[in-house]
């Protein structure tokens, strides 16, 4: 049965950092890309940041780049998204997922396997 249990998240001021971390288990890890997606109240899933099973091909949402950091620890079974410089506008629940064999696709169909959610508030 495979799990991705995401943590990290919680209420910080603007400007704060909150790292988020995925566990995964149940599944070969190093098979997946792992992605980080959110969504905020009343609106679509959105893509955040992807990474390759061995961390050399990563993608970035336009909206986070230079203010986000994803990475993964294949020996944890863990990815993990750094976020530093928070905005409101960054409020939202954050899921990670995975997807076999894939390259860190930026489409929320492409991926398996889904999280619970972490909830991540950022106050003005």
């Known amino acids: 049965q495979v799990q991705l249990v995401e943590s990290g998240g919680g209420l910080v001021q603007a400007g704060g950092s909150l790292n988020l971390s995925c566990a995964a288990s149940?599944?070969?890890?190093?098979?997946?890309?792992m992605g980080w997606f959110r969504q905020a109240p009343g609106k679509e899933r959105e893509f955040v940041a992807a990474?390759?099973?061995?961390?050399?091909?990563?993608n970035y949402a336009d909206s986070v780049k230079g203010r986000f950091t994803i990475s993964r620890d294949n020996a944890k079974n863990t990815v993990y998204l750094q976020m530093n410089s928070l905005k409101p506008e960054d409020t939202a629940v954050y899921y990670c997922?995975?997807?076999?064999w894939g390259m860190g696709q930026v489409v929320a169909g492409a991926y398996h396997y889904w999280g619970q959610g972490s909830q991540v508030t950022v106050s003005s």
């Open positions: 997922a995975a997807d076999l």
């Open positions: 149940g599944l070969t890890f190093t098979r997946y890309a």
């Open positions: 990474v390759n099973w061995s961390g050399g091909t990563i």
